[in-house]
C-alpha cells in the first residue's frame, strides 16, 4: 500500500502542536488533493511541492495523491508544511526508505529547485521537539534559532538532494555546535549610562526605585527635561534575564516573525511604540493572531512616550494584562494566550502646550488634556515623578561625575535578591497577604499612610502600591523594616496626585 506518514509541528500561539502528515498514493486519474484545514498558503504547496521534487531530480508520481494533514480540525497555514509534504511523497512512491522517517519531525518552506527556505517561528517548534526528544529537521537559515535552543538533535538541511542522502543513510547533516559559549551573558552596554543625564536626581532615584521593584513608573515634566533619556536607561539597571526566561522571551519574538540578536539573547526587552499604535498593535490578535507590544515586552520594558497621545481606549486596554500578566486572544478557530508580565515606563507633558507654568492653555484645557488618562490607568502606576526644567546655569557649569549605570545596577541586583529571598516575588507582585506577612510595616506606620491615602483621595490598590514601593526603599536601604521615612518618600513620589488636586483647588 502505497502511504507514508511524516510528522512535523503547526503554529499555534507559542506553542507547536504536533501535525502528522498522511501521504496516499492511489491508481486513477493523476491528481493532487491537500485535505485537513489547509488555508490558502498551504492550499499552494501543491505547486511548489511539484516543482521543487521536478527540480531536485525526483519523480513526481503520476497517480492519485491524497494529503491529509491531522488532527483536522487545527488550522495550518504558512509555508512549513512543504517540506514534509514533499517527503512523505518521496517516502510514499518509495524513493526514500519509510524506516527512516522514525522519530523525525520536518518543517521547512521549499523553493522551486528544491532549496529549503526560511520559516518563521521555528523556536516553538524545537522546544516541543525537544520534550518529546524527537529529531527535528529544519532550515538552514533557522541555525540561529536552534543554536539558542540548543537542542542536539537539530539538523539543518539545505536541499532536497542533500535531505535524501541524508535518509538513505549516505551521508549526514551539520547540526548545532556544542554548548552555548557564543551566546553567554555579555557585560551590559554603557553606551547609554544613567551619568549621562544632567541633574534630575529625584528622577534618577525613581528610576533606581522603579528597576528594584519592578514598579511601574510615570514621568511628568515639561519637553527637553529628560524624560526620554531617562526611561531610555532603565534596561541597564535591570538584572539580565536567566536561560529560561530568555529562550521564553525569544519565543515570543519567533512567533511574531521577529528575531533577537545572540548578543542581546540575555537583555531585557525595551518596546517603544507610537502613540499612533492601534490597539492590536499592542494586545495582539488579527485574522492570525500574532503578539502585540506587550507581549514582546515581557520580562522588560515598556515604554509609551507621549502617553497622553495614545487614544484613551488603547490605554485602556493595557489595565487587564498589567493585572494578569497575559493577554487572551479569542477567535472562533482558538483561543491562544500570550504572556505579558511587562514593567511599564510612561512620559507626558502636565499639560498640551508643553508646561504649567506661564502655559498658552487654561485650566479647563489643562484638565480636558489630563482626562485623556482614565482614572483606573493612572492608578496603576506605583510612582509618578516630576521632571522639572534644569535651573538656569546648570548646563554650563563643571559637573561632578555622578553614579554610573553599572553602580546602580549593583544595588538593584542585591535589593532583588533581598525580596526573591524574602518572599518569592519581586515587591510589585506582592499580593496584600504577603504585604501583612513580609512587609515588616509597624501598625502605627500604616495609621499613618492610611490617613494619608483618605487625605489625598486615593484609591485601595494605591494604598497598597505605596505600601510596595516603600518596601522596595527600604531594600535599597538594607533595612529589615519599612520605617517612617522609607513611606514618607513613597507618598512624595505621587506628583500626579498633586497636580490634580491643585488644578481642582484653582477652581
Same mark, same amino acid.
Given at each position: 500500500?502505497?502511504?507514508?506518514?511524516?510528522?512535523?509541528?503547526?503554529?499555534?500561539?507559542?506553542?507547536?502542536?504536533?501535525?502528522?502528515?498522511?501521504? @496516499?498514493?492511489?491508481? =486513477?486519474?493523476?491528481?493532487?488533493?491537500?485535505?485537513?484545514?489547509?488555508?490558502?498558503?498551504?492550499?499552494?504547496?501543491?505547486?511548489?511541492?511539484?516543482?521543487?521534487?521536478?527540480?531536485?531530480?525526483?519523480?513526481?508520481?503520476?497517480?492519485?495523491?491524497?494529503?491529509?494533514?491531522?488532527?483536522?480540525?487545527?488550522?495550518?497555514?504558512? =509555508?512549513?508544511?512543504?517540506?514534509?509534504?514533499?517527503?512523505?511523497?518521496?517516502?510514499?512512491?518509495?524513493?526514500?526508505? $519509510?524506516?527512516? *522517517?522514525?522519530?523525525?519531525?520536518?518543517? =521547512?518552506?521549499? #523553493?522551486?529547485?528544491?532549496?529549503?527556505?526560511?520559516?518563521?517561528?521555528?523556536?516553538?517548534?524545537?522546544?516541543?521537539?525537544?520534550?518529546?526528544?524527537?529529531?527535528?529537521?529544519?532550515?538552514?537559515?533557522?541555525?540561529?534559532?536552534?543554536?539558542?535552543?540548543?537542542?542536539?538533535?537539530?539538523?539543518?538541511?539545505? @536541499? %532536497?538532494?542533500?535531505?535524501?542522502?541524508?535518509?538513505?543513510?549516505?551521508?549526514?547533516?551539520?547540526?548545532?555546535?556544542?554548548?552555548?559559549?557564543?551566546?553567554?551573558?555579555?557585560?551590559?552596554?554603557?553606551?547609554?549610562? *544613567?551619568?549621562?543625564?544632567?541633574?534630575?536626581?529625584?528622577?534618577?532615584?525613581?528610576?533606581?526605585?522603579?528597576?528594584?521593584?519592578?514598579?511601574?513608573?510615570?514621568?511628568?515634566?515639561?519637553?527637553?527635561?529628560?524624560?526620554?533619556?531617562?526611561?531610555?536607561?532603565?534596561?541597564?539597571? %535591570?538584572?539580565? %534575564?536567566?536561560?529560561?526566561?530568555?529562550?521564553?522571551?525569544?519565543?515570543?519574538?519567533?512567533?511574531?516573525?521577529?528575531?533577537?540578536?545572540?548578543?542581546?539573547?540575555?537583555?531585557?526587552?525595551?518596546?517603544?511604540?507610537?502613540?499612533?499604535? +492601534?490597539?492590536?498593535?499592542?494586545?495582539?490578535?488579527?485574522? @492570525?493572531?500574532?503578539?502585540?507590544?506587550?507581549?514582546?515586552?515581557?520580562?522588560?520594558?515598556?515604554?509609551?512616550?507621549?502617553?497622553?497621545?495614545?487614544?484613551?481606549?488603547?490605554?485602556?486596554?493595557?489595565?487587564?494584562?498589567?493585572?494578569?500578566?497575559?493577554?487572551?486572544?479569542?477567535?472562533?478557530?482558538?483561543?491562544?494566550?500570550?504572556?505579558?508580565?511587562?514593567?511599564?515606563? $510612561?512620559?507626558?507633558?502636565?499639560?498640551?502646550?508643553?508646561?504649567?507654568?506661564?502655559?498658552?492653555? +487654561?485650566?479647563?484645557?489643562?484638565?480636558?488634556?489630563?482626562?485623556?488618562?482614565?482614572?483606573?490607568?493612572?492608578?496603576?502606576?506605583?510612582?509618578?515623578?516630576?521632571?522639572?526644567?534644569?535651573?538656569?546655569?546648570?548646563?554650563?557649569?563643571?559637573?561632578?561625575?555622578?553614579?554610573?549605570?553599572?553602580?546602580?545596577?549593583?544595588?538593584?541586583? #542585591?535589593?532583588?535578591?533581598?525580596?526573591?529571598?524574602? #518572599?518569592?516575588?519581586?515587591?510589585?507582585?506582592?499580593?496584600?497577604?504577603?504585604?501583612? #506577612?513580609?512587609?515588616?510595616?509597624?501598625?502605627?506606620?500604616?495609621?499613618? %499612610?492610611?490617613?494619608?491615602?483618605?487625605?489625598? =483621595?486615593?484609591?485601595?490598590?494605591?494604598?497598597?502600591?505605596?505600601?510596595?514601593?516603600?518596601?522596595?526603599?527600604?531594600? *535599597?536601604?538594607?533595612?529589615?523594616?519599612?520605617?517612617?521615612?522609607?513611606?514618607?518618600?513613597?507618598?512624595?513620589?505621587?506628583?500626579?496626585?498633586?497636580?490634580?488636586?491643585?488644578?481642582?483647588?484653582?477652581?
Amino acid at each position: 500500500m502505497a502511504i507514508a506518514c511524516v510528522t512535523t509541528r503547526a503554529s499555534l500561539g507559542v506553542d507547536a502542536p504536533e501535525v502528522t502528515v498522511e501521504v @496516499h498514493l492511489s491508481n =486513477g486519474l493523476p491528481a493532487f488533493n491537500l485535505v485537513g484545514l489547509p488555508e490558502t498558503s498551504v492550499k499552494e504547496a501543491k505547486e511548489r511541492v511539484r516543482s521543487a521534487l521536478i527540480n531536485a531530480g525526483f519523480e513526481f508520481p503520476q497517480r492519485r495523491i491524497t494529503v491529509n494533514l491531522a488532527p483536522a480540525d487545527l488550522p495550518k497555514q504558512g =509555508g512549513r508544511y512543504d517540506l514534509p509534504i514533499a517527503i512523505g511523497i518521496l517516502a510514499a512512491s518509495k524513493q526514500i526508505p $519509510a524506516q527512516a *522517517l522514525k522519530d523525525h519531525e520536518f518543517v =521547512g518552506e521549499l #523553493a522551486l529547485s528544491g532549496h529549503i527556505r526560511h520559516c518563521h517561528g521555528l523556536l516553538p517548534v524545537i522546544v516541543d521537539a525537544r520534550k518529546q526528544q524527537k529529531i527535528v529537521v529544519i532550515p538552514l537559515d533557522n541555525r540561529c534559532d536552534a543554536d539558542l535552543v540548543g537542542y542536539q538533535k537539530t539538523f539543518f538541511a539545505s @536541499h %532536497l538532494q542533500a535531505l535524501s542522502e541524508y535518509l538513505h543513510g549516505q551521508q549526514s547533516l551539520p547540526s548545532i555546535a556544542t554548548g552555548l559559549q557564543w551566546v553567554a551573558e555579555e557585560a551590559t552596554s554603557q553606551q547609554k549610562c *544613567l551619568s549621562d543625564v544632567i541633574g534630575q536626581y529625584q528622577a534618577k532615584r525613581a528610576l533606581e526605585i522603579a528597576a528594584a521593584g519592578n514598579h511601574n513608573l510615570l514621568f511628568l515634566g515639561p519637553p527637553g527635561t529628560g524624560k526620554t533619556m531617562l526611561a531610555s536607561r532603565i534596561v541597564q539597571l %535591570l538584572p539580565p %534575564l536567566d536561560y529560561d526566561e530568555a529562550l521564553e522571551v525569544a519565543t515570543i519574538h519567533s512567533v511574531a516573525g521577529q528575531t533577537i540578536p545572540t548578543n542581546q539573547f540575555y537583555q531585557r526587552p525595551f518596546r517603544s511604540p507610537h502613540h499612533t499604535s +492601534s490597539a492590536i498593535s499592542l494586545v495582539g490578535g488579527g485574522s @492570525h493572531p500574532k503578539p502585540g507590544e506587550i507581549s514582546l515586552a515581557h520580562r522588560g520594558v515598556l515604554f509609551l512616550d507621549e502617553v497622553a497621545e495614545f487614544p484613551r481606549k488603547v490605554l485602556d486596554c493595557l489595565r487587564e494584562p498589567m493585572e494578569t500578566g497575559e493577554v487572551i486572544i479569542s477567535r472562533a478557530a482558538a483561543k491562544l494566550t500570550f504572556s505579558s508580565r511587562f514593567q511599564l515606563v $510612561a512620559a507626558m507633558n502636565p499639560s498640551p502646550c508643553g508646561d504649567t507654568a506661564n502655559a498658552r492653555a +487654561s485650566q479647563d484645557q489643562i484638565q480636558r488634556y489630563l482626562s485623556r488618562l482614565s482614572g483606573p490607568f493612572i492608578d496603576r502606576f506605583d510612582l509618578t515623578i516630576d521632571v522639572p526644567r534644569l535651573p538656569e546655569g546648570t548646563l554650563t557649569q563643571q559637573h561632578q561625575p555622578t553614579e554610573t549605570s553599572q553602580q546602580v545596577a549593583g544595588r538593584v541586583k #542585591a535589593a532583588r535578591e533581598r525580596q526573591l529571598t524574602r #518572599a518569592g516575588v519581586l515587591n510589585a507582585e506582592l499580593t496584600g497577604k504577603q504585604l501583612a #506577612a513580609t512587609g515588616g510595616f509597624s501598625q502605627t506606620d500604616l495609621e499613618f %499612610l492610611e490617613q494619608s491615602v483618605n487625605k489625598l =483621595g486615593l484609591s485601595v490598590r494605591s494604598y497598597h502600591r505605596l505600601q510596595r514601593v516603600a518596601r522596595t526603599i527600604a531594600d *535599597l536601604a538594607e533595612s529589615p523594616m519599612v520605617e517612617r521615612s522609607h513611606i514618607a518618600q513613597a507618598l512624595g513620589y505621587r506628583a500626579m496626585d498633586r497636580l490634580l488636586h491643585s488644578l481642582q483647588n484653582s477652581y
